[in-house]
């Protein structure tokens, strides 16, 4: 943090303690702090590159100029090294490679380092401080700016921790919270508290105290202009394969054990493919079976993937007692009423495979990457179904209502939205503006909410993307809204809650930007969903796996919410309302919660995100007023 000169130091020094209390989790290995002049850097620890003493942070240059506390890993430090000079190393750590790469070139290094990261970097002779995050958003950075100073933290509950004080709820992202189950993009969920964006840095002036917020990297400069790349498609499956490869063996770089999370699926098959070639022993891989998977689970399918690579296999067995206890601690580690119930059994397994490693490779990032979503068999037709869309929702709705009629409706209600940016995040959102989702709150407050669009930020990027085809803009939009802002939100946060780092080859910025330049006819021809990367790994991965049904793993929380959390919701909805008399409409979200339970219409997902919120708002007692929802 930087505070403001008028700070006591005895009071900012109590705030950065109890910040790093508050994050211990994320680094239970060591805690440090650096103070110079106004700039207070704290760092917790998780000791996997250079586990000595050496490589603690914060970390100072040898001349004592820079300061850096820094989060994550820069896979290529090794290769950058060499250019810094090992002989002006003091470590064997990434940190203080990054450390003297930007002593040299300033911001220009930034575009050099290959990794998942977000550090804050002090130059106390020119009196500024930077604040980075890697290009796609897999390490997390929060800060507020205020008339105390800069205030920075990998999870909004440090920020709070150095402010001293909880923010008011930000009504001008609550539409989005509606719809996506999160904030989107800068915004939180506190007013004042913002998110830098993925392939940004901040950049603030000691003196003047003015900042400046800059992006140093984008999807939309690497597609080129749009046209995309016709290559050759075997020449696109040879190099395809040779990144995928690089990039998982990159990222086995560690002084501790690295695992892999096996799921069975073409994407976690293919990290342990390419990682029992590469690592250093035999590889541990872990799969998880739940009491609630309603499929049988992904255990026989990750077993035989294991076996065809001689991984050294744990299978774990996790029951999902005590849900209601999971929810209020999940909700206590995204800081936020975190709509995507994933999060609870991500971080059941995460607790498990912690007590084994430190660090384990998963396959986020590759329907993203390489049209993996059903949606992506759309994009031929896009512009057809487009039109037919519209007569069609018009017959349907003729059809006996039911939680399928719903379905079905939604499917065609975002299909004939005006534009593609309003189709992907109607189709990404399992909610329906025809339903009126905002009726849970009260008349008074929904019209504050309403204000805002929460579509804005999928429109807002679609315009960089706009020359580029339909499956591209459907995948440029995945990586830039959905993926960063839920799907890596998610999983940090469930994993580093059990002091476990988890690393995604597919975000490999070399195999993003490759494939951002392909035409989307290259990656998904014909929409045939994620057809480059199973052509990449034909004859690595078993063909049953590459064609196989796309399977997902299905949460059962609407059955949760009408079962063992039904208690839990009305003791929660009750207290809110009781304290905040204004804010929802209890008798219609008890209406909801009726209807999903008599079957007439599945509004789990809307219950589940009102649960998230009751049990937020009452437990972090924030407050709520409308006089900045616009």
Known sequence: MVTAASQPDLAARDRLQRALEVLHHRGPDAQGQYREGPVWLGHTRLSILDLSAAGSQPMRSAD???AISYNGEVYNFRELAKEVGTDNLRSRSDTEVVLHLFARHGVDSLVRLNGMFAFALHDKVARKLWLVRDRLGIKPLYYQLGQDGLAFASEIKGVIALTGKTPACSIASLHEWLYFGNALGERTLYEGIRQLLPGHYLELDLETRRHTVREYWSLSQQAGGGAGARIGHQAAVSETRRLLELAVQRQLISDVPVGVFLSGGVDSSAITAFASRHYGGRLATYSVGFDFATDGGELPKAKKVA???GTDHHEFHIAGARVGELVEKMVQHHDLP??????IPLYLMAREVSTHTKVVLQGDGGDEVFGGYHRYALAPHYRLLHIAAKALQRVHALAPESPRYHRIQRVLHALAAPDLAATMGLLVSPEDARCRPLKIF???FSSSVAMQDPLARFRELQKGFGGCDIANQMAFLDLTVELP?????????STMAASLEVRVPFLDHDLVDYSARLHGDVKVPRGRKKWLLKEALRGIVPDDVLDG?????GVPFGRWLQTSLSPLFFDHLSR????????LDAGHITMLFKRTGAGLQDHSSLVWKVLNFVVWANNSHIRFTTENAA
């Open 442 to 444: 009260s008349p008074g």
């Open 576 to 583: 809110f309302t009781r304290n905040n008399p204004d804010i």
């Open 64 to 66: 004592g100029r820079y």
């Open 485 to 493: 802002d839920i799907f890596l939100e998610k999983v940090d946060r």
């Open 338 to 343: 975190f709509g995507d119930a994933a999060n």
């Open 549 to 553: 049904a796309k399977t997902g793993f």
């Open 307 to 309: 076996e065809r690579y």
